[in-house]
């Protein structure tokens, strides 16, 4: 069974921090790249940062320095420290495979971060 089960976001200041979490069911976790995504109201989804299955990460510029990604393969899990944040992170954040837009038939429901004092 295809689960993506994203958790962590809340409501918090800005220069505050979250960490998100990610489920992910073994068929789509293992061996795969994985990435975490964001989509702001009006605005297209975007692959924020992404870990591959030996732990090298990357990250879009906007967030470099600020969040960091990693993955725990024994838990097929993935997280998302995001440490000062700012009013622009605000968005539902989602994991998947690190992959194009286009290739991903499947998302779970995301979890809401919104930065605001």
């Known amino acids: 069974q295809v689960q993506l089960v994203e958790s962590g976001g809340g409501l918090v200041q800005p220069g505050g921090s979250l960490r998100l979490s990610c489920a992910a069911s073994g068929s789509i976790f293992r061996l795969s790249a994985m990435g975490w995504y964001r989509q702001a109201p009006g605005k297209q989804r975007e692959l924020v940062a992404t870990?591959?299955?030996?732990?090298?990460?990357n990250y879009v510029d906007s967030v470099k320095g600020r969040f960091t990604i990693s993955r725990d393969n024994a838990k097929s899990t993935v997280y998302l420290q995001m440490n000062s944040l700012k009013p622009e992170d605000t968005a539902v954040y989602y994991c998947?495979?690190?992959?194009?837009?286009?290739?991903?038939?499947?998302w779970g429901q995301g979890t809401q971060v919104t930065v605001s004092s």
């Open positions: 998947n495979r690190a992959l194009q837009l286009s290739r991903l038939d499947y």
């Open positions: 870990v591959t299955w030996g732990g090298a990460t």
